[in-house]
């Protein structure tokens, strides 16, 4: 095969995840809380970050999670633990887009230098016209059950 015949799937391929990572957003950090000095390093915390469904208007979400200090926290090497918490609420009118997919990832980011991440997955519950936010965490090799779970009711949105 030669490379004319395989550069348009490559291409189709980077524009497809161009098109998933431009649906994420990015995360501003609220703060972190030092939960464990560190002698050597920075101190073992919990930061809290904030960010807006990226296709629900309306929806905000606050997730903290633990980070890893000491020398590999420092050096960007650690490995966090899948320790997180996560609440989402309405902060404005929500505007639900015409075609909302039974099932959408809205934030991720990574924990480790490779091969792990916490990532929010919205599901949408028709029937109690409800958006659930599920936090997850994720691993290449051997999973981990750890999540966090938060609902925000389709409600209208009052300013009183």
Same mark, same amino acid.
């Given at each position: ?47 809290? $970050? ?7 208007? /309306? ?14 926290g420092s050096l ?13 609420r309405q902060t ?16 991720? $980011? ?9 990532r929010v997955v919205?599901?949408?519950? $028709? ?15 051997? /999973? ?14 009052? $300013?009183?």
């Amino acid at each position: 095969m030669n490379r004319s015949q395989w550069q348009p799937h490559g291409l189709a391929a980077i524009g497809g995840a161009l098109a998933f990572f431009s649906t994420l957003v990015v995360a501003e950090q609220v703060a972190c809380v030092t939960t464990e000095w560190k002698l050597v390093g920075a101190n073992h915390r919990v930061c809290v $970050e904030s960010f807006r469904d990226p296709n629900v208007s /309306g929806v905000t979400c606050h997730v903290s999670q633990a980070r890893t200090g000491g020398v590999k926290g420092s050096l960007g090497v650690a490995q966090d633990p899948s320790q997180f918490s996560l609440s989402c609420r309405q902060t404005g009118p929500i505007t639900l887009p015409a075609k909302l997919p039974k099932d959408a990832t809205v934030f991720s $980011e990574g924990t480790s230098l490779l091969f792990k991440e916490t990532r929010v997955v919205r599901i949408w519950d $028709e029937a109690n016209r409800t958006l659930v936010y599920l936090a997850i965490s994720r691993k290449l090799i051997n /999973g981990a059950p750890a999540n966090s779970l938060s609902t925000v009711p389709v409600m209208p949105w009052s $300013e009183n």
